[in-house]
T-cell receptor, first 113, second 114 residues
Framework: QQQVKQSPQSLIVQKGGISIINCAYE??????FPWYQQFPGKGPALLIA?????SEKKEGRFTISFNKSAKQFSLHIMDSQPGDSATYFC????????????FGQGTELSVKP | DTEVTQTPKHLVMGMTNKKSLKCEQH?????MYWYKQKAKKPPELMFV???????INESVPSRFSPECPNSSLLNLHLHALQPEDSALYLC?????????????FGPGTRLTVL
């Protein structure tokens, strides 16, 4: 019940295309869903996050869509660029978790020029 | 300053060595974390300090010993490690009361145990 399932494992997108990464969870107590971007040899960087009282959040080319009833959320990267090539992790947590993030398994995104 | 710094960047040690990893943040965060990350895997939580007190230990072997000397610093002391402990060790920090749990990660220390 503590798992977050992420798909696909890897994704290849052409420059200018839309990258879509999906995550699903079981624990309805989760109340905070961040996405992290990680480049090789670097630490994860917080990209965008959403709470379940909002169905969509957009920051620049990055959008999170949230479907509370389906217990799913997804990251959309519009106009994908080669510089977006990285590993993306979704995560979930809730208050009283003591700060523990439950991470998905990650998606390796490659944007081809 | 929204940065978490970690030293050293790389560390190679033998199984009988004792070494320490260091982490520092100046964002005023009162929660700090150690994670271990293997290649192509998500970070795995090891320890959480909240207000300089250990609040979570994810059943980590005693050869890893965390220390939080003050609200800005976090250390991870290493002793008698095994080759399977080779990984990227990440430090993160957040405000424990924010509710949002926005964790900021450092660049990590790449540890190789020979």
């Amino acid at each position: 019940q503590q798992q977050v399932k992420q798909s696909p494992q890897s994704l290849i997108v052409q420059k200018g295309g839309i990258s879509i990464i999906n995550c699903a969870y079981e624990n309805t107590a989760f109340d905070y869903f961040p996405w992290y971007q990680q480049f090789p040899g670097k630490g994860p960087a917080l990209l965008i996050a959403i709470r379940p009282d909002v169905s969509e959040k957009k920051e620049g080319r990055f959008t999170i869509s949230f479907n509370k009833s389906a217990k799913q959320f997804s990251l959309h990267i519009m106009d994908s660029q080669p510089g977006d090539s990285a590993t993306y992790f979704c995560a979930a947590t809730f208050k009283n978790q003591g700060g523990k993030l439950i991470f998905g398994q990650g998606t390796e995104l490659s944007v081809k020029p | 300053d929204t940065e978490v710094t970690q030293t050293p960047k790389h560390l190679v040690m033998g199984m009988t060595n004792k070494k320490s990893l260091k982490c520092e943040q100046h964002m005023g965060h009162r929660a700090m974390y150690w994670y271990k990350q293997k290649a192509k895997k998500p970070p795995e939580l090891m320890f959480v300090y909240s207000y300089e007190k250990l609040s979570i230990n994810e059943s980590v072997p005693s050869r890893f010993s965390p220390e939080c000397p003050n609200s800005s610093l976090l250390n991870l002391h290493l002793h008698a490690l095994q080759p399977e402990d080779s990984a990227l060790y990440l430090c993160a920090s957040s405000q424990p009361t924010s509710g949002a749990n926005e964790q900021f990660f450092g660049p990590g220390t790449r540890l190789t145990v020979l």
